[in-house]
């Protein structure tokens, strides 16, 4: 039950920090923000600058975070201790700090930071993948 709490936990502080680095930084993006990256890492589709897309992922982390803690209710109200999954959260701290490291590449290559944010992909789906697995391995 603690680890399901703590991963929760610091899941919503990503998600915080996520709107946080759009919020700090929205100011300075250009009249048109990348909505779309190839494999490469490099911007292949742009919109206007819009509030709706600068904080996509940030909406979509919280709606992720939001519909696990629902899935997880039945964690927290078990009455057999020994039924305490953790994989559920886990993932979700996988997937929050996803998006919050994604987001951090995007905003700095909007800001000419970056060349790209492959780094970013790579080491986002990595830390994605290495939660999905972890449950398996450990369980």
Do not use: C
């Not at 899941?11 to 190839?38: E, Q």
């Not at 979509?60 to 927290?76: A, E, H, M, N």
């Not at 993932?91 to 909007?110: A, D, E, N, P």
């Not at 290495?130 to 391995?137: D, N, R, Y």
């Amino acid at each position: 039950m603690h680890l399901t709490i703590l991963f929760f936990g610091v899941s919503l502080v990503f998600i915080i920090l996520t709107f946080k680095v759009v919020k700090n930084n929205y100011s300075k993006f250009p009249d048109k923000i990348p909505v779309h990256f190839g494999f490469s890492g490099k911007a292949d589709n742009w919109a206007n600058k819009s509030p709706v897309f600068a904080y996509l992922l940030p909406i979509l982390g919280s709606f992720q975070w939001i519909l696990f803690l629902v899935l997880s209710i039945p964690i927290f109200s078990s009455e057999n201790p020994e039924v305490q999954v953790w994989y559920t959260p886990l993932i979700t701290l996988g997937l929050t700090f996803t998006l919050y490291y994604l987001q951090l590449g995007i905003v700095r290559y909007i800001l000419e930071e970056e060349k790209n944010i492959r780094k970013y992909l790579f080491v986002g789906i990595g830390i994605l993948i290495a939660t999905v697995f972890l449950p398996l391995i450990f369980d």
